[in-house]
């Protein structure tokens, strides 16, 4: 990236080129559009997460390597590199100073919510358009690597600072390595398994928990159906499969001749 002078429409393609190229040049870590995030909830302008959370992801490096972080506010990193001089609230933000307008990184478009470098929140506005100051746009974790922002205490606006909500002490305590308490029955929330397709080896979207709009609870799974007489459950019939092409096959209904008899296969009628 060198090469490229900081905050130029080469510049800007060259990374959302290296993003879009899934290697070690670099990765598009977060959809926004279509992932979940680990906590949901309310920071506190409201939900905002759509799809489902796909866990810790990990990515190939180099020991010594240096990178940083870019945030396409309002679009996508495919659109970028297709109009990298598109400009307004549409342009990329970065971790490092330079590559921001104005150099607004040294007014806090990143901010580290510990101190320890590895837990950050990003602004997704503009500083030398305005902002609110919230960061709560999209908060997320490094390990394995370690970074340097201005602190969250020096850059949040005291008012918009969402870390004294219930949910906002959860993820300072997952950061931290807290345990994490549901806040209603007080138990620890337990990690789920990064559940992984065996063939591309990457994690499978997990189902999200439907809930009632009413009152915010999980919604049961169907109920069990029972057998009236015997008030068992009916088990479901089993699927049987092709030996050659191991797909399921219908099953063909019973045909029966209606001179024979069921049991016995002789014919009821006079010879």
Known sequence: MEKFVPGSAEFLKEAAGRALSNSEKGHIVIDDLSEGARFSGNLPEGNFNEGSHLGVKTFAMTPGDEFGFMLVPNDTVKFLYDYPGFGGDKRPLFSMVTAN??????LGQLADLTG?????????????????????????QVRGAKGKAALMDDVVNPNKDWRKTDLGK????????????????????????VVKDPVTDKPIAQPQVVKDPV????ISEPPVVKDPVTDKPIAEPPVVKDPVTDKPISEPPVVKDPVFRAAGGERSGNR
């Open 101 to 106: 307008p104005n150099e607004a990184f040294h």
């Open 116 to 140: 320890e470098g590895n837990t950050f929140a990003m602004e997704d506005m503009r500083f030398d358009l305005g902002t609110d100051k919230d960061y709560n746009d999209i908060i997320f």
């Open 170 to 193: 959860q993820v300072l305590d997952y950061a931290t390595g807290k345990v994490v308490k549901d806040p209603v029955t007080d138990k620890p929330i337990a990690e789920p398994p």
């Open 215 to 218: 009152t915010d609870k999980p």
